[in-house]
């Protein structure tokens, strides 16, 4: 089971940005999914999650509203569109498989004028 997330980078405040997680080694059209983020010295925490088959989403509600969750089954690829981003969005975001108890190893992103 193998998760690899990518799209980090710098922002500005206010700018978007788009992650993807590639899922390999598992049946990912039946696995719920999921999203975290963590900084330096702070517990991972919980962003947004979705099932199998895309119908039905969750969000913290620091993110509601300005991230949106997504997947395609087909490529085996999991998204996180980000907008408004602030700079308290500054963190390493990681996906992962409950069901698996697996993580990627995150990918940076940084905002920041």
């Known amino acids: 089971v193998q998760l690899v997330e990518s799209g980090g980078g710098l922002v500005q405040p206010g700018g978007s940005l788009k992650l993807s997680c590639a899922a390999s080694?598992?049946?990912?059209?039946?696995?719920?999914m999921s999203w975290y983020r963590q900084t330096p010295g702070e517990s991972r925490e919980f962003i947004a999650s979705?099932?199998?088959?895309?119908?039905?989403?969750d969000y913290a509600h620091y993110v509601k509203g300005r991230f949106t969750i997504s997947r395609d089954n087909a490529k085996n690829l999991l998204f996180l569109e980000m907008t408004s981003l602030r700079p308290e969005d500054t963190a390493m975001y990681f996906c992962?498989?409950?069901?698996?108890?697996?993580w990627g190893l995150g990918t940076q992103v940084t905002i920041s004028s």
């Open positions: 992962a498989c409950p069901s698996y108890g697996t």
């Open positions: 080694g598992f049946t990912f059209s039946l696995s719920r």
């Open positions: 979705i099932d199998s088959v895309g119908e039905n989403t």
